[in-house]
């Protein structure tokens, strides 16, 4: 029976089975994966969609796989208008800089003050609070709540708003820091003075279904041809815009390639209409899965990640991947693993594709993909690295 003296909070945006997202989807299977080591609740909001965080979810408390969730009623939509004008301001007017900040923090939201009621309320009942990325309303306001008892799980990469003054304040404020890998720790460290302070790199484990089956994939979505595959949201900012030009690009240098780029996921962007490019929405786990299996390579186009759990799912799988070498964290992964290429421009891009097109290559990367996930990416030291961590805090 999990002890009451490790009743521990993990604080973030959304949560919940319907969720599509990447520290959300995290979130859920770390807060899954602790509740042997400790009495997990969930703190969050009541908002589904990161585009305007409506309410959605109707009750206060759920409990899902053992987890007893709470929510909490989003009081202000999101506001891109004021955040595009408290952004300009910050930049123009700096003399006013921390006011802008504040006010762009609130209109990003999820604009959540019964939330921060709530973790001020109850300081006490928690052995300690886990804040869950470091960009959004919850972290911000929350964690100088409770810093004395406040883990930072950043989630942090190389972005605009990582240079608001407003989160060097948060990031300084915070007990102790788990980063999720080496590149991150690096990059963190370079910007805040936090090199002293207690830390870990967990990274995640990969939880992948016993039974895969890619011919059921094919026969339901009628996919017949080789193809790669793009897992995650649909946007600009995860660099699909240029992955759509490199994949048209590379069909007008081989014309005869029946390759097809498969898409899954929820669309903020417009796709774009061609035989050749298959959107399929948001899926199941097992579609998602069963369609990874047997794709050429997962395709990750996006320069920002802190981790990208779909690229360990489909090396974990033995599907090479084939990433944005922009990003230090993706290109960590393939250097570590010899289990993916990595492109740094469009040319690169379209070399890239070609050499994932021969099957001895990506035989190959396939077995270096699937030994580097084994050996680093398991829930068991996962949750070992953060409850050594927490214990540490708990002496100190």
């Not at 969609?49 to 959605?56: A, L, T």
């Not at 796989?65 to 930049?91: P, T």
Request: a neutral charge; proline letters at 4%.
């Amino acid at each position: 029976m999990a002890d009451e003296k490790k009743r521990i909070a993990i604080i973030n945006q959304r949560y919940g089975l319907e969720v599509n997202g990447g520290s959300e989807y995290y979130t859920r299977q770390l807060a899954e994966h602790l509740t042997s080591l400790y009495q997990v609740e969930v703190l969050t909001t009541k908002a589904l969609g990161y585009d305007s965080w409506e309410d959605y979810y109707k009750q206060d408390t759920e409990a899902i796989h053992g987890v007893l969730v709470r929510r909490f009623g989003v009081s202000r939509l999101r506001n891109k208008f004021q955040m595009r004008v408290a952004e300009r301001l910050r930049r123009y007017c700096p003399i006013w800089k921390d006011r802008w900040e504040n006010r762009w923090i609130d209109a990003q939201g999820p604009y959540s003050p019964g939330l921060i009621q709530y973790i001020a309320e109850h300081r006490n009942d928690y052995t300690v609070f886990l804040f869950v990325t470091y960009l959004y309303y919850h972290t911000v306001r929350g964690l100088p709540q409770v810093a004395d008892r406040a883990v930072l799980l950043p989630t942090a990469h190389d972005e605009p708003y990582i240079y608001f003054d407003i989160y060097k304040r948060i990031f300084s404020q915070s007990k102790a820091i788990i980063y999720l890998t080496p590149e991150e720790k690096l990059f963190v460290e370079s910007l805040f003075p936090v090199k002293e302070k207690p830390s870990c790199i967990c990274g995640s484990g990969v939880d992948v279904p016993d039974q895969i089956d890619n011919g059921a994939y094919r026969e339901k979505y009628g996919v017949s041809d080789k193809y790669v595959i793009y897992v995650g949201r649909i946007d600009p900012c995860k660099g699909c815009d240029e992955m759509f030009r490199i994949f048209r690009a590379y069909k007008e240098q081989h014309p005869d390639s029946a390759l097809k780029l498969v898409l899954m996921g929820k669309a903020v962007m417009e796709v774009p209409q061609a035989d050749d490019i298959l959107y399929q929405g948001f899926v199941s786990e097992e579609d998602k899965f069963n369609g990874i299996s047997g794709a050429m390579a997962l395709w990750l186009p996006s320069r920002y990640e802190s981790l990208s759990i779909a690229v360990l799912e489909a090396m974990s799988l033995g599907v090479p991947v084939m990433v944005n070498g922009n990003c230090e964290v993706l290109k960590g992964h393939c250097e570590r693993s010899g289990g993916g290429r990595y492109y740094c421009d469009f040319e690169d891009a379209l070399q890239v594709l070609k050499v994932l097109s021969v099957a001895e290559n990506r035989q190959a990367m396939s077995k270096r993909a699937v030994r580097y996930v084994k050996e680093n990416y398991q829930w068991d030291r996962v949750a070992e690295k953060i409850n050594s961590l927490l214990t540490q805090l708990q002496r100190d």
